[in-house]
């Protein structure tokens, strides 16, 4: 079968990572690029051999001569590039966070559906190695049913850094990060039924929120805590890794940092390793995202090439993005949010 042929829109800060996964990927390249920054393409393109490069999606677009889009832009253009991408049957991996609102990723997905395309989220977390490694021992059934979670992601890494404009919003830290630890909770425990979360800033130097704690109540009965923070100043940095801590009716498992997974079940306790692979182009201690990249996309293509439904689809992401925006009304009104009535 003939190699799938990859457009990508948006040559920032993270795309580079997806440009070199997608140099890893079987059955798929990128065949052209797109930025509205002349010195970003230049760069891109230079790097990876792209002679196709456009300053305007619409123009990119009228060319054609692709099979998919790949959409690493920033929120606010995610709804006109799908949109542009489903008016063509183009299929779309889109960034997260997906859409600015729910209404708006509603109708992007509507709008994909509408067409017959595949849109998926690029939703990596989910595709890391130890949170893999998590689901499949809990899948075996050795600790039996599930009751309690808690899924934390506490650090003081400078994200600032490399990305400042993350100070700059007045959300940060559920939007940037806790989308994906969210998505990680229903992703091991399911959907959720409701949501209570409290955020805090605790760095003056940014206008978002550093800090929330949120608990789900899933609808399988289980309740989890997703804790999130970068104010958390810790003797050894764990950035990047997601702990879990999973009590189930015959056992628990809890993945530890250094991604560390114990296993305390019916038969006795098992520890493993669940260390990510460092691929030749990666870097600790960013080398676990950026595994989770090629395989989140090596999904995508073997999906596109059999036509099966990827794990992080817009339709499924509806329901995380939904989480988000539910932590947010609940931290301001301090109640608890129905996520039920915010998805119809």
Not at 142 to 148: A, D, N, R
Not at 161 to 173: D, V
Not at 237 to 257: K, S, Y
Not at 331 to 340: E, L, Q, Y
Request: proline share 4%; glycine share 8%.
């Amino acid at each position: 079968m003939a190699e799938l042929k990859g457009a990508l829109i948006g040559c920032g800060f993270f795309a580079i990572n997806q440009m070199q996964a997608w140099r890893d990927v079987q059955g798929a390249h990128i065949f052209a690029i797109c930025d509205r920054d002349p010195e970003r393409l230049k760069l891109v393109g230079d790097q990876f051999g792209i002679e196709r490069r456009y300053t305007d999606a619409a123009a990119m677009f009228a060319d054609g001569g692709f099979d998919f889009v790949d959409i690493a832009t920033t929120v606010a253009s995610h709804r006109a590039l799908v949109e542009m991408a489903a008016a063509r049957k183009i299929p779309a991996i889109c960034q997260k966070p997906f859409a600015k609102t729910l209404s708006d990723a509603k109708a992007m997905v509507a709008a994909c559906a509408g067409a017959g395309v595949p849109l998926m989220v690029h939703e990596n977390f989910r595709w890391q190695t130890p949170i893999q490694a998590v689901k499949t021992a809990l899948q075996s059934g050795v600790i039996g049913e599930p009751f309690w979670g808690r899924f934390s992601f506490r650090s003081g890494y400078d994200v600032f850094s490399g990305q400042p404009y993350l100070a700059e919003g007045e959300r940060f830290i559920i939007e940037d990060l806790g989308i994906h630890t969210l998505d990680i909770a229903r992703f091991i425990l399911g959907d959720v039924a409701s949501l209570t979360a409290r955020t805090k800033r605790v760095n003056p130097k940014i206008k978002g929120e550093d800090v929330a704690t949120i608990l789900l109540d899933h609808e399988n009965g289980a309740t989890s805590i997703v804790d999130v923070s970068y104010a958390s100043k810790l003797a050894t940095e764990p950035f990047p890794e997601t702990l879990i801590e999973l009590d189930g009716t015959r056992g628990t498992i809890r993945l530890q940092q250094g991604y560390r997974i114990e296993v305390n079940g019916s038969d006795g306790v098992r520890v493993t390793d669940a260390s990510p692979r460092l691929l030749p182009w990666a870097s600790r201690p960013w080398h676990n995202i950026q595994e989770s990249v090629l395989a989140i996309q090596q999904h995508w293509t073997d999906s596109l090439s059999d036509g099966g439904e990827t794990s992080t689809s817009g339709a499924d992401n509806l329901k995380t993005l939904a989480l988000v925006e539910a932590a947010y009304e609940s931290a301001a009104s301090r109640r608890p949010v129905d996520i039920g009535a915010m998805l119809r």
